[in-house]
C-alpha cells in the first residue's frame, strides 16, 4: 500500500486543520490506520489510530478532545481532523498503515506498521 498525506499547513493556535491520508491499492479497508507526528529535535509520537473497521479509535493524551481520526474506505482515505489546535502540535504529521491483528496491543507503536506516507508539515503560531 501507498500512502500521500496532505493538508497541511499554517494555523492560527484555536484553529483548524483537516489532514488526509489517501492510499492505494485495493486492500485499504483491511489496514488499520495511524497518524503520528515529529517535531523538530524530538522522535516520532503517536496522535491517533484506527481499526481496519473504522469501529474503535484511539488517541494520544494529547490528542483526546481535540482530534478526530476517520476514514472512508470507499475512497481509501483516512482523516485527522485537529481542532483547538495549540503551537505545540507544530510537527509534520506522518499517516501509516498496519495490516496485522491485535491491533489494540500496539497501535502506539511506530515500528509495527508496514508502510508510511511522506508527511505533511503543520504549523501552528500563537
Known amino acids: 500500500v501507498q500512502l500521500q498525506a496532505s493538508g497541511g499547513g499554517l494555523a492560527q493556535a484555536g484553529g483548524s486543520l483537516r489532514l488526509s491520508c489517501a492510499t492505494s491499492g485495493r486492500t485499504f479497508s483491511s489496514y488499520n490506520m495511524g497518524w503520528f507526528r515529529q517535531a523538530p529535535g524530538k522522535e516520532r509520537e503517536f496522535v491517533a489510530g484506527i481499526r481496519w473497521s473504522g469501529g474503535r479509535t484511539y488517541y494520544a493524551d494529547s490528542a483526546k478532545g481535540r482530534f478526530t481520526i476517520s476514514r472512508d474506505n470507499a475512497v481509501n482515505t483516512v482523516y485527522l481532523q485537529m481542532n483547538s489546535l495549540k503551537p505545540e502540535d507544530t510537527a509534520v504529521y506522518y499517516c501509516?498503515?498496519?495490516?496485522?491483528?491485535?491491533?489494540?496491543?500496539?497501535?502506539?507503536?511506530?515500528?509495527?506498521?508496514?508502510?508510511w506516507g511522506q508527511g505533511t508539515l503543520v504549523t501552528v503560531s500563537s
Open positions: 501509516a498503515a498496519d495490516g496485522g491483528t491485535s491491533y489494540s496491543n500496539y497501535y502506539f507503536n511506530a515500528a509495527r506498521y508496514d508502510a
